[in-house]
């Protein structure tokens, strides 16, 4: 399912969400022309998170800071654009509720609670883990406990073209598909690759725990 649009209402610009497009915008570009000039790979070898790497050597601060940077990091143009979509998609109307400070907080407690539970269930993964869909499924999953009964214009083109879909209708089937197929590559033959499924379901979780601790603790002030 692809969503295209939502029915909620802003009254505050996205500035958060805009240049965190921005930023990882300029990081594929740059990645672009590292690739242009053959020098891609250590750039991103160095840059994104490697759940052995990061175990084997974990007094390295350098290897610390790659749960940071492989947020950054897209191994392809679809890989950004995808990313990007679903962030602009659900990151404005997350921003516009929580405001930027919270939001900013929120989208790197949840990349990093995303990084911690992938190199949880794969700790022999040997290959690089990088893109911001971890600290962006965190996003989404505040959006489920901000707006569960907002509507989402989706695309589903294996049952009708466009309809509209309840948030929570559609947020918990994704939730629900991340977490079912990271239980698949618990069996995959080789460790790591691929989509980092946990990393989706760790983040979304983060988030939404984040965002009903934060209205619990509004509540009770």
């Avoid at 500035?15 to 930023?23: E, G, K, M, P, R």
């Avoid at 993964?125 to 965190?138: D, E, H, K, R, V």
């Avoid at 979304?204 to 603790?217: D, E, K, V």
Wanted: positive net charge; aromatic residues 12%.
């Amino acid at each position: 399912m692809l969503p295209l649009w939502d029915d909620t209402l802003r009254r505050r610009p996205p500035i958060a969400t805009v240049t965190l497009l921005a930023v990882n915008a300029a990081v594929f570009f740059h990645e672009a022309q590292l690739a242009m000039a053959g020098r891609l790979t250590p750039f991103v070898w160095a840059h994104a998170l490697v759940p052995q790497r990061l175990l084997a050597h974990w007094a390295d601060g350098a290897q610390w800071l790659t749960v940071l940077t492989h947020m950054f990091l897209h191994g392809s143009l679809g890989h950004l654009l995808g990313n990007a979509w679903f962030l602009w998609i659900f990151g404005r109307s997350v921003e516009d509720r929580i405001g930027t400070v919270r939001f900013v907080l929120l989208y790197f407690t949840a990349g990093v609670a995303a990084a911690a539970l992938q190199v949880l269930f794969t700790p022999d993964a040997a290959g690089p883990m990088l893109g911001a869909s971890g600290a962006i499924s965190g996003v989404l999953g505040a959006y489920l406990v901000l707006l569960p009964a907002a509507w989402i214009t989706t695309l589903v083109p294996w049952i009708v073209p466009i309809i509209p879909v309840p948030a929570v209708v559609f947020l918990v089937l994704w939730f629900v598909l991340q977490t079912f197929n990271g239980f698949g590559t618990l069996f995959a033959r080789e460790p790591g690759g691929g989509v980092a499924w946990w990393a989706h379901a760790g983040g979304f979780l983060a988030g939404a725990s984040l965002t009903l601790q934060a209205r619990g603790a509004r509540r009770r002030r």
